[in-house]
């Protein structure tokens, strides 16, 4: 008897704080998350990059005893100063591209990765009024292009995810709920094949030194906004119609972001996820909901009230002048 009261209780006092537990078991699960990612990463990119230190070594040692005249001290400054201009997207070798990092085209770019918050890093402003005009340009821009966003992808979902939905559930008879997957599911393949698989064949081809595999990373890591900056096109040397390939990457970027989103909010509509994602989300009670009926109807009473004591007063306003007609018109007909 006390055993099973007991765990009627448990199941009564899991099922009160079920919202709480589900959230403390989604906060555990992306820890262990990030470190299952730290954990990966480390294993495989150790030992590459541990090679990568011995190559880089073995040449340092190997440039200082074919030319014994330059001292290690000098060689570490010009490579300090080399490496500080690479950084800023200024290259001193002679196959490097001999274009202008800040022209039209260049810089049109750039503002397209700064509002869209990819930022490769390529390419970052020199001087301080540069800096200066990029945080300004970020803190209007950002939040501008969020609306702009979010209300193009609001437009583009009623087209092409809600009217399409609705029109095979009513003309059709289909469930909402299979449709609504069955779409969503075709609707994430026509965006992955049309804004990854052919645009990474695309830039195989025009870029020289990248493979399918690496220009599929391109495409991804672009479109989701993680914008690491190792691979950037349109920055090879001698590359042709380079100002075209830039504006072309750009409408590319913004349309791809744009499909993207309009993918995630068609699937953030689906009635499974919808019910999934209430599992994490904290409950009103009902104290809570009985208090602001309570408070709103206190609110609809007293503007009632008021109404009600403001027409008592034009009444009593306009008592006197009624009172003195009537008066006129009964002693009227007795004085007659």
């Known amino acids: 008897m006390l055993q099973s009261l007991a765990g009627s209780s448990c199941v009564r006092l899991v099922e009160r704080h079920r919202s709480a537990w589900c959230f403390g078991f989604l906060v555990l699960g992306y820890l262990l998350y990030l470190v299952f990612g730290a954990v990966v990463f480390s294993s495989v990119e150790l030992p590459y990059e541990d090679l990568l230190r011995q190559e880089l070594r073995k040449l340092k040692r190997r440039f200082l005893e074919e030319h014994e005249c330059l001292s290690e001290q000098q060689l570490e400054q010009f490579l300090g100063r080399v490496l500080e201009a690479s950084n800023y997207g200024v290259s001193v070798l002679s196959n490097a591209s001999g274009n202008w990092n800040w ?33 300004i340009y970020s803190v209007i821009g950002i939040p501008f292009t969020l609306l702009f966003l979010t209300a193009v992808v ?20 289909f469930s909402k709920q299979v449709v609504a997957i069955v779409h969503a599911v075709l609707l994430g393949f026509v965006t992955v094949s049309c804004f990854f698989f052919i645009p990474a064949a695309v830039f195989s081809v025009l870029e ?129």
């Open 103 to 135: 022209d039209f085209t260049s810089a049109l770019f750039f503002a397209s990765t700064v509002l869209s918050t990819t930022g490769y890093g390529h390419t970052v402003p020199l001087s301080d009024g540069g800096k200066a005009f990029c945080i």
């Open 154 to 173: 609001q437009r583009i979902t009623v087209h092409v995810t809600r009217r399409p939905v609705l029109y095979f559930h009513i003309r059709w008879g």
């Open 208 to 336: 020289d030194d990248w493979n399918f595999l690496e220009s599929f990373y391109f495409c991804f890591i672009s479109l989701s906004t993680i914008g690491l900056g190792d691979y950037v096109p349109g920055e090879g040397y001698n590359q042709k119609f380079r100002e075209l390939y830039k504006i072309g990457i750009t409408c590319y970027l913004l349309l791809g972001l744009i499909a993207m989103l309009v993918v995630l909010e068609t699937f953030c509509e689906l009635h499974e996820l919808k019910k999934f994602r209430k599992m994490f989300y904290v409950k009103k009670d009902k104290d809570e909901d009985q208090v602001h009926i309570i408070e709103h109807d206190q609110l609809s009473f007293s503007s009632i009230t008021d109404q009600a004591a403001g027409m008592k007063e034009d009444q009593k306003q306009n008592e006197p002048f009624v009172a003195a007609q009537s008066s006129a018109c009964v002693d009227g007909p007795v004085n007659h």
